[in-house]
């Protein structure tokens, strides 16, 4: 159970034009909507208290994508954290399918961790097939699906591989399969493509996208590549440094996704522009 | 050299040569020193005392009871202390309650149990089968409570995103993750395990290696007691390298 602290005397903030506070019943309308809903964090390490999150608030539609960025270190695996039920937000609320966000496992969430956290006594199928077997799916059923999105990543030569014989790029496409295996309807991504070549990556998010389409979940992906952002997000959600709040939400078209345009362009500057690199470099 | 020339070289001839080495240094000491049999005797009549002793039933007999005595207390202690070592690892609640037992308990040695065990048990099974579990349990405890605290805290997070409970959790990936830890923990508790069956038949037993060499002992028949030390030595370096090769086989990913 998450609790939810008293907010008295805070005044609350409108860093997003979206929030909206509604009643905490899970709700029809609120189906496959993220929520988050003033949220802070902060860890003590040595004593020493560390704000991480300083009010966040923004919400995701069922079915959009919003891409995270900001500098680095500055709390986005920590919201992708709180999102997934593995922390608890020191205050605030995040709301899933119109509820609040409960600690411990879940049936709705797939989620690629920075670091893949590839299970190393398996081979690359079994770590894929696992979470559907947990699930309850049928050997084969689990095992053909791993089989598909091993496919998809482009890891089918490695399917009877061990972790520790992929390199880092290959371990988080495995990482991403698994996720997507799942078939969540809440899709939580931290940097996925990062440890990707810049060739392998541009297909990926092609990939990523014909698999967006087929299912579309909702889904918050974090980022620090900004053409990244534009091209797979239906908006921006801009961080600032930690203690971090939502500086900018940022919303993206479809004709500002095509590389070639100069609305492309002019989203590529913008946002930029909101992490504080002026596009004019004299 | 050529390769398999040396790995020949690593396997088998520097092995055989530090045995060499050992028995040939235990030669000359008795030739140097002019030591009566009685005191140490020559490597050959040891190995007549072994050749003979492996002849007899009663020798046999023996290693059965010592081997049996050993088995069920090391799978009693190993299987009690991977469960409660599991339990420490899991909940912080019963970590702090059962650690000032496990951390008073463990620093007495099996050894100073031996009076105890005889009072209670009498020289049967029982005495020594506790024996071994009790020194099996607490290398096991320490150990795979310290392996699943260490286990990756990534891949708990993977598994609680995956749908896993807190005990499949536990048992799944916690305990998966912690086994070549737990594994080697497993082999050295063998070696104690063993060094306790015997040490407690020396005091008091009515069948096994250890009375058997006690027995040969009180009699002045210095080569069977050699020779029984020898194969208690043997069949420790057994045991060990038989769980080495089975947590070898069962556990390794590359």
Redesign the interface.
């Known amino acids: 159970m998450t609790p939810i602290r008293d907010e008295t005397g805070h005044a609350p903030r409108d860093a997003s034009a979206h929030t909206q506070t509604a009643s905490h019943s899970p709700d029809v309308a609120h189906r496959g909507e993220l929520v988050v809903d003033h949220v802070f964090h902060d860890y003590l390490a040595g004593g020493r208290r560390t704000d991480v999150l300083n009010d966040v608030s923004f919400r995701i539609p069922a079915g959009s994508v919003a891409c995270v960025v900001g500098p680095s270190g500055c709390g986005k695996s920590t919201l992708l954290?709180l999102a997934?039920?593995?922390l608890r937000p020191s205050k605030g609320t995040l709301r899933w399918d119109g509820a609040p966000v409960k600690m411990?496992?879940?049936?709705h969430?797939?989620?690629a961790?920075q670091?893949p956290?590839?299970?190393?006594?398996m081979t690359v199928r079994q770590n894929v097939a696992?979470?559907l077997r947990?699930?309850g799916h049928s050997r084969r059923d689990a095992q053909a699906t791993a089989d598909r999105f091993l496919d998809t990543v482009g890891l089918a030569d490695f399917k009877d591989a061990?972790p520790?014989?992929l390199s880092g790029g290959m371990a988080q496409r495995v990482g991403i399969a698994?996720a997507l295996a799942?078939k969540p309807r809440l899709l939580l991504l931290d940097e996925p493509f990062a440890a990707v070549d810049a060739f392998t990556r541009l297909k990926l998010q092609q990939e990523f996208k014909t698999l967006l389409r087929l299912d579309r979940p909702t889904v918050l992906f974090v980022t620090h590549d900004v053409p990244e952002a534009i091209a797979l997000g239906d908006s921006i959600v801009v961080m600032t440094q930690r203690p971090a709040t939502v500086q900018r939400i940022i919303p993206v078209s479809r004709d500002e996704r095509d590389r070639a345009s100069p609305a492309y362009a002019r989203k590529l500057a913008e946002t930029l522009e909101c992490l504080g690199v002026t596009s004019d470099m004299e | 050299m050529s390769a398999p020339a040396s790995a020949f070289a690593r396997r088998i001839v520097l092995p055989a040569l530090g045995v060499i080495i050992a028995v040939a240094v235990w030669e000359a000491t008795v030739q140097g020193y002019r030591l009566p049999a009685i005191v140490l005797p020559t490597p050959d009549a040891v190995v007549a005392a072994l050749v003979e002793l492996a002849g007899t039933r009663a020798f046999w007999r023996d290693v059965g009871v010592s081997l049996y005595e050993f088995i069920a207390g090391y799978a009693l202690g190993t299987i009690a202390g991977i469960a409660v070592g599991a339990l420490m690892g899991e909940s912080r609640r019963f970590r702090m309650m059962a650690t000032p037992v496990v951390e008073s308990l463990r620093f007495i040695v099996p050894f100073a149990w031996i009076p105890l065990t005889i009072l209670w048990f009498g020289t049967s099974f029982t005495g020594k089968i506790l024996l071994v579990a009790y020194a099996v349990f607490f290398v096991m405890v320490v150990s795979t409570a310290r392996a699943i605290a260490h286990v990756?805290p990534?891949?708990s997070?993977?598994g609680?995103?995956?749908?896993?409970?807190r005990w499949?959790l536990a048992w799944?990936?916690h305990l998966?993750?912690a086994?070549p830890t737990i594994a080697s923990a497993a082999r050295a508790a063998a070696a104690i395990g063993w060094i306790a069956v015997v040490a407690a038949e020396y005091i008091g037993a009515s069948a096994g290696l250890g009375l058997m060499i006690t027995n040969a002992a009180t009699s002045l028949a210095t080569p069977v007691v050699i020779a029984g030390m020898i194969v208690i030595g043997v069949i420790g370096a057994g045991v060990s390298a038989l769980i080495g090769w089975l947590s070898r086989a069962r556990?390794d990913?590359?």
Do not use: H, K, N
Not at chain 1, 104 to 107: A, E, K, Q, R, V
Not at chain 2, 160 to 165: D, I, P, S, Y
């Open positions: 954290g997934a039920g593995l411990g496992p879940t049936s969430l797939g989620m961790f670091q956290g590839l299970f190393p006594w696992i979470g947990t699930r061990y520790s014989q698994r799942l | 990756e990534t891949l997070r993977v609680t995103m995956l749908g896993m409970g499949r799944q990936v998966r993750a086994a556990l990913y590359r």
